[in-house]
């Protein structure tokens, strides 16, 4: 989840107010589809002009191309984990999430082999 807005310079919007500004909560996600591939989900929920059709079309035609940016990194990704694997990874706090996700997953994954092997 992100919140992104904007307003006129010298009203206070450092301050949280930003009457007359625009802001808008945006979502990506990623969802694992297969070993090497993913969905890539993502959606705005916009709080500007929203009596105005024009507005939200121009605003998914400026947001749009920036997650196609996010797709083309997370391919290339892929293919680099594909090459090298996980264990060169160096573990950096904007990994947090990532470091998270293992610790819950890894010993799901443990206690499934585990119940393969044993039928």
């Known amino acids: 989840?992100?919140?992104?807005?904007?307003?006129?310079?010298?009203?206070?919007?450092?301050n949280?107010?930003?009457?007359?500004?625009?802001q808008f909560r945006l979502f990506h996600g990623l969802t694992p589809q297969t070993d090497t591939s993913c969905f890539y989900?993502?959606?705005?929920?916009?709080?500007?002009?929203?009596?105005?059709?024009?507005?939200?079309?121009?605003?998914y035609r400026e947001i749009a191309p920036t997650f196609v940016e996010d797709r083309v990194m997370v391919e290339a990704q892929q293919a680099r984990m594909s090459e090298f694997g996980e264990p060169g990874l160096v573990d950096i706090a904007s990994d947090a999430t990532r470091?998270?996700?293992?610790?819950?997953?890894?010993?799901?994954?443990?206690?499934?082999?585990?119940?393969?092997?044993a039928e």
């Open 99 to 117: 470091m998270q996700m293992r610790r819950i997953v890894e010993p799901l994954i443990a206690a499934e082999q585990t119940s393969a092997a």
């Open 16 to 22: 949280h107010r930003r009457d007359g500004g625009f």
């Open 41 to 59: 989900f993502w959606s705005v929920a916009n709080g500007y002009r929203q009596n105005e059709p024009e507005a939200t079309e121009q605003l």
């Open 1 to 14: 989840m992100q919140w992104t807005g904007a307003a006129d310079a010298g009203t206070g919007a450092h």
